[in-house]
């Protein structure tokens, strides 16, 4: 039995913030950095910082016939470490999400994916700064060719059983929000 349908109340449906005025600090071609005056719900005047991604974030789980996985590692500037992910990247405007996952798939492991089925699609991955979301899919039917990662990649690629990337999301090895929503996604499921 499918669950009721269920419309949101007033509140979740109103909008309690006014935005007075915006102004550009910054822009590349991957992010747009602006700040808005604003009237907060409870009546006061301020600011509001956001970051606007240009690029929709899309992560694909690769998954053979035997259960094993592939992770990406590589260094993540930002937070100065090496990271293992499943593999991900930018899905600019014009371009579909499973296709996106179907290009970073080859590019960044080698593995050409038959069949890409979404798992998690318009993940917020911050609500407070940014307007950032992520599609997630699953790739199955693999094949396997040569990687032709970025120029501002240098990664590593290692199969493992999923069992064990899932273990990795668990116990904090893997520490990536899309990959750990992933992983855990896919324990749920199964």
Not at 95 to 104: G, L, N, T
Not at 112 to 117: M, Q, S, T
Request: glycine share 8%.
């Amino acid at each position: 039995m499918a669950p009721p349908i269920v419309s949101p109340s007033p509140i979740e449906s109103t909008n309690p913030w006014t935005t007075l005025s915006t102004r550009e600090g910054y822009s590349n071609p991957w992010i747009r950095v602006r700040e808005d005056q604003v009237i907060n719900p409870g009546g006061g005047r301020g600011i509001y910082g956001v970051v606007e991604y240009k690029n929709r974030a899309v992560g694909v789980v690769p998954i053979d016939d035997n259960g094993y996985t592939w992770l990406v590692g590589q260094w993540r500037y930002c937070h100065e470490r090496y990271e293992w992910e499943i593999p991900e990247g930018g899905c600019p405007p014009g371009e579909e999400p499973a296709e996106c996952a179907r290009r970073e798939l080859l590019e960044e492991a080698g593995i050409h994916a038959a069949i890409i089925e979404p798992l998690l699609l318009g993940v917020q991955l911050s609500n407070s700064t940014t307007n950032e979301v992520c599609d997630i899919f699953v790739a199955r039917g693999l094949t396997f060719g040569d990687a032709t990662p970025e120029e501002t990649e240098q990664l590593e690629v290692k199969r493992i059983p999923l069992t064990e990337a899932i273990q990795m999301a668990q116990d904090g090895r893997i520490r990536d929000s899309v990959s750990i929503l992933a992983l855990l996604k896919l324990a749920l499921k199964s």
